[in-house]
């Protein structure tokens, strides 16, 4: 039928045959069979072929009558591969160095230099955080932040650089907590697993079918991670019914699904079970020296205070006096009224100080015998600064239904606040972040007046304005009696209200203190027995083994503390799960039959049975999933790397979509290369930086942008450029184009690894609200990799160039053009302010000549030197308007965006 087709339907014969070839390919089902490296093919321009890479290329472009593209010049090629393997632009020197460099060796030798640069790491462990989803902030409506995931990132960057072989890489990212000899390495490998989005919320939620159903989108984001990440499947598709294009029936998704079923979100400490059990047994150790030296200390300061007794019992007379004292020299007790405390959980009294650990010690005090009305809440506090939400001193009614409090960074912060029950009497101050040393202590005091008035004071000094809050109950509360007194909690009930540090003396009033009664009481200080007066009220003996024993106790406290300081990483927290189900219809209350754990029964090389019982052990179930995806016979595994790569180097992948090899993903465009890449990938001990080699080394990449002169117009054969007859331009991702401007302008902080910069302030109620900076600070001008990827704090330069969310898995990224992006260029304060700099460096560096300064502006940022009509241009725009606008206009051209 088909031949007997008018000619004038020629062109739609085309496209029929195209879509049955692509259909036949799918139905073939060729990524499920074994991976074959056939040999290379015949080409005419041997010459040409450097690389086996070249002889798959050639081949077809030969076959379609094109072909390639001349060798691009020197400079382009230094400056194309220093941006693609390390994402920066090469110096003049290292542009210099190349250029004069006539050795045979050259390019090979500065493909060396370059995979070898730490920097190499931060820009391709940029791609991987892309396919990873990772996030460094929960999602949803609360957003909070994750402190400890950057460990994460620093893993793969790290692996990177030291070319880990990518099976062992994988491996680590699924299962490499299970070992007995797993290393925080391997267990921030798993922060893999959890990098996506948590509904906080929804799993705190009361209802238990919420919790199920938001705890299998939770599933579904980790299985979705790992079938497109590594073997470049949508096996999410199956969770509902069997995949509707794919041969992946909803039993093999459960079958995952039972896999994964014992991963949960949240931090984890990074020690091994060995590292955790030595540490306990030094801190049970340790405790007991801590202990013994405390009673010492406590019988020794006892005789002293029994004899400085009638010295203190005069209160100064210039000083408010107090309804409630705590000066804890010994106890919790109340030296000015009954309101005597008690230690709960692990609070101590130790030299006259509360201490507290912010985990669950605190002081509860006896009931208020009267009503408490108009009232100052008074402290000196010694605390380390990165905490948040913990209480000082608070005065709670109906076991914290009801209080007021003097409150640490609850919703912004190291920033004191007034807390108060639903924030009610609460107000967010603009007022500095505490940053006095965390070895002083700090004096904090608010005042209630009758008429609704608080006032906020820190040593001395109102802290803010004073504010009469509005809303509904926001009134000044009466305490009636009965109702307590807290240290160390911001009220009973509530999450993340435990203070770590120490208190010196706390206070009550009865009334709302003047500011000049709060300065006063600031200035007189804590009124406590010093440890010079308890030193003078001992004998000489003792006094020698007082000191002796303080000093043996701060050494101790000194160990315990580093013993506690545990380091923690955002990953894979488990918990043996019960046998997954297969739920019909993705419905949580429609379980079918019990599956265990196991790969996709389509790959035909492996066993996907993996012959464990529904209720195997967690670790082991991940174990051999990881060994199934990571072995050398699984044909999705090396191919799926070997495309992504390709991809980051080209700009397309052999297959367009990276992470969808199925039916519903393109057609490989030449799929004996990417056979023998696989091939080639696994036989180099799946070393990356191999891969890297074979491909920039081949004459396939050092092509120019220009299309060959020929006979035959390539863009009438393959306009999208698929068979690679040039090499493809491309605009920079945003991140490189931040991190080469600051590199241009001289800014750029090479600090390598660590937690990430943060360039905005955090307000919490409730969730987390994010406050976007825009400062010119020597922190914030890191590579952009360590920029703390937030979802509700996205930088708008960095968004108007297409930097994905973060959350979301991003396989390729957009390539957009927009006036954003224009606008943004322009006038965003971050490009002017290295505009300016950028003029200050040349101006510094290349002399008096304007000539000079215009050609090593040119250098830096372009890597060439100006033509003659440039050159004459940009002078006379410098001369004018500032050598600050001519670098802005060079920031600002497609030639610095692009690689070429």
């Known amino acids: 039928m088909i031949h007997v087709i008018r000619m004038r339907h020629t062109r739609w014969l085309v496209v029929c045959n195209l879509v049955l070839t692509t259909a036949a390919l799918a139905d073939d089902r060729w990524v499920f069979q074994p991976v074959r490296s056939s040999a290379l093919p015949d080409v005419r321009n041997r010459v040409w072929a450097r690389q086996p890479i070249d002889s798959f290329i050639l081949a077809r472009l030969e076959k379609s009558g094109l072909a390639p593209a001349a060798e691009a010049d020197r400079r382009t090629l230094i400056r194309r591969l220093s941006l693609d393997l390390i994402g920066l ?8 160095t190349f250029c004069s460099d006539r050795s045979a060796d ?17 820009r391709w462990g940029r791609h991987w955080l892309d396919v990873a989803r990772f996030s460094e902030s929960q999602g ?7 402190e400890h995931a950057w460990r994460y990132r620093d893993y793969v960057i790290r692996s990177l650089n030291d070319d880990k072989p990518y099976d062992r890489f994988v491996i680590e990212q699924l299962a490499g907590d299970v070992p007995p000899d797993a290393s925080a390495e391997t267990v921030a490998a798993t922060g893999f697993l959890v990098a996506g989005p948590y509904d906080e919320a929804g799993n705190s939620s009361a209802s238990a079918l919420l919790r199920a159903r938001i705890r299998e989108e939770e599933l579904e984001d980790i299985i979705s991670a790992v079938g497109q990440t590594f073997l470049g499947l949508t096996v999410n598709c199956a969770r509902c019914h069997d995949h509707k294009f794919d041969p992946v ?12 079923a014992g991963i949960k979100h949240g931090d984890r400490n990074l020690l091994t079970e060995k590292e955790q059990i030595r540490r306990r047994e030094q801190q049970v150790e340790i405790d007991r020296a801590i202990a013994d030296r405390e009673r010492s200390i406590a019988e020794l300061e006892r005789t002293a205070r029994t004899k400085l007794a009638p010295q203190s019992a005069a209160w100064p007379a210039d000083l408010a006096r107090p309804m409630a004292r705590w000066s804890f020299d010994g106890d919790a007790g109340d030296s000015a ?17 509360l201490i507290l650990n912010g985990a669950n010690a605190f002081v509860e005090t006896s009931p208020l015998k009267s009503p408490l009305r108009a009232k100052t809440l008074e402290a000196w506090v010694m605390l380390p600064r990165n905490q948040r939400g913990g209480g000082v001193i608070s005065v709670e009614a109906d076991r914290g239904a009801v209080f007021d409090a003097i409150v640490y960074a609850e919703r912004q912060a190291r920033k004191w606040i007034a807390g108060s029950d639903f924030f009610r009497r609460t107000r967010d101050l603009d007022a500095p972040e505490e940053n006095s040393p965390e070895d002083q202590l700090v004096h904090l005091a608010i005042t209630y007046s009758e008429n609704g008035r608080i006032q906020v004071f820190r040593n001395g000094k109102p802290y803010g304005a004073a504010y009469t809050p509005s809303g509904p109950d926001a009134t000044l509360r009466t305490f009636p009696a009965g109702s307590i007194v ?3 909690l911001r009220h009973h009930g509530g999450g993340n209200g435990y203070l770590a540090g120490e208190i010196e003396e706390a206070r009550l009033y009865d009334q709302a203190l003047t500011g000049d009664e709060i300065a006063v009481s600031f200035r007189a200080g804590p009124i406590a027995i010093s440890r010079p007066q308890i030193e003078s009220a001992l004998s000489n003996r003792d006094r020698q083994r007082y000191v002796e024993l303080l000093r043996e106790l701060a050494e101790l406290q000194q160990r315990r503390a580093k013993l506690l300081d545990v380091p923690q990483v955002y990953a894979a927290n488990v918990k043996q799960p019960e046998p997954s189900a297969v739920l019909l219809r993705g419905d949580v209350e429609k379980k079918g039959e019990i599956v265990s754990a196991g790969g996709l029964s389509a790959v035909a090389s492996l066993p996907a049975d993996f012959e464990l019982k529904p209720d195997a052990p967690e670790g082991e179930r991940r174990r051999r999933f990881a060994a199934w995806v990571a072995s050398p016979r699984n044909p999705l595994t090396a191919r ?16 367009g979509t990276p992470n969808d090899f199925g039916i519903n993903g393109e057609a490989p465009s030449h799929p004996e290369l990417l056979d023998w890449l696989a091939a080639d990938f696994v036989a180099h001990g799946w070393s990356l930086k191999h891969l890297h080699r074979r491909i920039v080394l081949s004459s396939t990449y050092r092509q120019s942008v220009i299309k060959a002169e020929a006979r035959t117009d390539p863009q009438s054969v393959d306009a999208d450029n698929r068979l690679l007859w040039r090499f493809p331009l491309r605009r920079l991702e945003a991140e490189t184009v931040r991190d080469s401007m600051l590199a241009v302008a001289g800014n750029l902080r090479n600090a390598l690894g660590g937690p990430g910069y943060r360039p905005f302030t955090v307000t919490v109620f409730n969730s987390s609200f994010y406050n976007l900076l825009d400062e010119d600070r020597p922190e914030f001008y890191r590579r952009t990799v360590y920029r703390t990827g937030v979802q509700s704090a996205k930088q708008p330069l960095l968004e108007a160039f297409d930097c994905p969310e973060p959350s979301v898995k991003t396989p390729r990224r957009n390539a957009t053009t927009t006036p954003l992006q224009a606008l943004g260029l322009m006038n965003n304060s971050f490009v002017q302010r290295q505009a300016r700099d950028f003029a200050s460096r040349i101006d510094f560096a290349a002399g008096p000549r304007i000539d000079a300064k215009i050609n090593y502006a040119f250098e830096l940022a372009l890597g060439r030197p100006p033509n003659q009509a440039e050159l004459s241009r940009f002078v006379a725009l410098a001369q004018e308007h500032g050598l600050a606008t001519a670098c802005w206009v060079l920031l600002n051209s497609s030639e610095f965006l692009y690689m070429r």
């Open 106 to 122: 050259a390019y090979e030798r500065l493909v060396a230099r370059l995979l070898a640069s730490p920097q190499y790491g931060e």
């Open 140 to 146: 949803f409506e609360r957003d909070k932040i994750r």
């Open 486 to 488: 807290l240290f160390g």
């Open 337 to 353: 009224g009954d309101l005597h405390g008690t230690l709960r959980g692990q609070a101590k009294i130790r030299n006259g100080r």
């Open 89 to 96: 632009p090469p110096t003049p020197a290292e542009i210099e």
């Open 640 to 655: 799926v790397i070997v495309n992504r790569v390709w991809h980051y180097h080209f700009g397309r992948g052999i297959v």
């Open 249 to 260: 029936p909803m039993r093999d998704y459960y079958r995952l699904h039972s896999v994964f």
